[in-house]
């Protein structure tokens, strides 16, 4: 590894706070790409990207909201070829796994000259505990508009770990690797343990998508964010996931992490302890 810096984007987000824990403590200098951050990143102001990249030579591209969402190959074109400009060898993007719409946005990055790495993850356990579901699971009651359909939920906390592997260490360049949990369930199913683990009443109930997206924006989403989780729930949760990969394991030598874990460390972290 080189002095120079690894940069983050999305260093307070799910994945992002976990790999640069990760780094630091492997004693991998890190600058964390967000608004707050010094220099500051915004994948809404370009004049941003150019410090934040000064002095980078690996990045960990997490975009936002999410690449399915018009406009994002653009801008990941242009992130991606000022990066390999500004002296980056190497990006590791975050993707999701069956997402048509963010291949793209994929090709873009690996078409800037750098080493890539393309991590398509499944949904992840901690947005039941570290996004918009928590509130819900808080409330005993998890009303989404998926029914039957099974889904392979990974942890953040293995998405991670690849993801530092493929910025720190050879053989992961120009790999597509689709990262799954150890088994299919639904979306019932994962609340039913939630509950199990908590030793409380915590239901799931289907509900029509027009439904949901009422709920959401009465709860004050803006209406963009409302029409990409809407697509999240209408179109990558129709069934097209439900197979596992065996990429985490041939990655890092060892079964990827299991839902009942998450919810048992979760519940005794204390998460989802009634307000």
């Given at each position: 590894?080189?002095?120079?810096?690894t940069l983050v984007?999305?260093?307070?987000?799910?994945?992002?706070?976990r790999?640069a824990?990760?780094?630091?403590a492997n004693?991998?200098p890190v600058?964390?790409?967000?608004?707050?951050?010094?220099?500051?990143f915004?994948?809404a102001?370009?004049a941003?990207?150019?410090?934040?990249?000064?002095?980078?030579d690996r990045?960990?591209?997490s975009?936002?909201?999410d690449l399915?969402v018009p406009?994002?190959?653009?801008?990941i074109?242009?992130?991606?070829?000022?990066?390999?400009?500004s002296?980056?060898?190497r990006?590791?993007?975050?993707?999701?796994?069956g997402?048509?719409?963010?291949q793209?946005?994929?090709?873009e990055l690996?078409?800037?000259?750098?080493?890539w790495t393309?991590?398509?993850?499944?949904?992840?356990?901690e947005?039941?505990s570290?996004?918009f579901?928590?509130d819900?699971?808080?409330s005993?009651l998890?009303a989404?508009?998926p029914?039957?359909v099974?889904?392979?939920?990974?942890?953040?906390?293995d998405?991670a770990?690849?993801a530092?592997?493929a910025l720190?260490?050879?053989?992961h360049?120009g790999?597509?690797?689709?990262?799954t949990g150890?088994?299919?369930?639904?979306?019932?199913?994962?609340?039913?343990e939630?509950?199990?683990?908590?030793r409380r009443?915590?239901?799931y109930?289907?509900?029509?998508?027009e439904?949901?997206?009422a709920?959401?924006?009465?709860d004050?989403?803006?209406?963009d964010y409302?029409?990409?989780?809407?697509?999240l729930?209408t179109?990558v949760l129709d069934?097209?996931?439900q197979?596992?990969s065996d990429?985490?394991?041939?990655?890092?030598g060892?079964?990827?992490?299991?839902?009942?874990?998450y919810?048992?460390d979760?519940t005794?972290a204390?998460?989802?302890?009634?307000?």
């Open positions: 590894m080189s002095e120079k810096s984007l999305g260093g307070a987000g799910k994945t992002g706070r790999i824990a990760r780094l630091l004693g991998v600058r964390l790409g967000m608004r707050s951050a010094m220099p500051p915004d994948w102001n370009e941003t990207w150019a410090p934040a990249l000064d002095g980078v990045v960990y591209v975009y936002q909201p399915a406009g994002a190959a653009d801008t074109r242009g992130f991606s070829v000022l990066a390999v400009k002296g980056v060898k990006l590791v993007l975050l993707s999701g796994r997402e048509d719409d963010a793209a946005a994929e090709a690996r078409a800037a000259g750098a080493e393309v991590l398509r993850a499944s949904w992840f356990f947005n039941f570290e996004g579901l928590t819900a699971v808080q005993g998890v989404l508009p029914k039957d099974r889904e392979p939920f990974i942890s953040a906390e998405i770990d690849i530092v592997a720190t260490a050879d053989g360049q790999r597509v690797y689709e990262l150890p088994r299919l369930m639904t979306f019932s199913e994962a609340v039913a939630i509950g199990a683990a908590t009443d915590i239901r109930q289907p509900i029509p998508v439904d949901f997206a709920q959401l924006r009465a004050g989403l803006p209406d409302v029409a990409l989780v809407v697509y729930f179109s069934g097209r996931n197979h596992l990429d985490v394991e041939r990655v890092l060892r079964k990827p992490r299991d839902f009942a874990d919810a048992r979760t005794a204390g998460v989802w302890s009634m307000m």
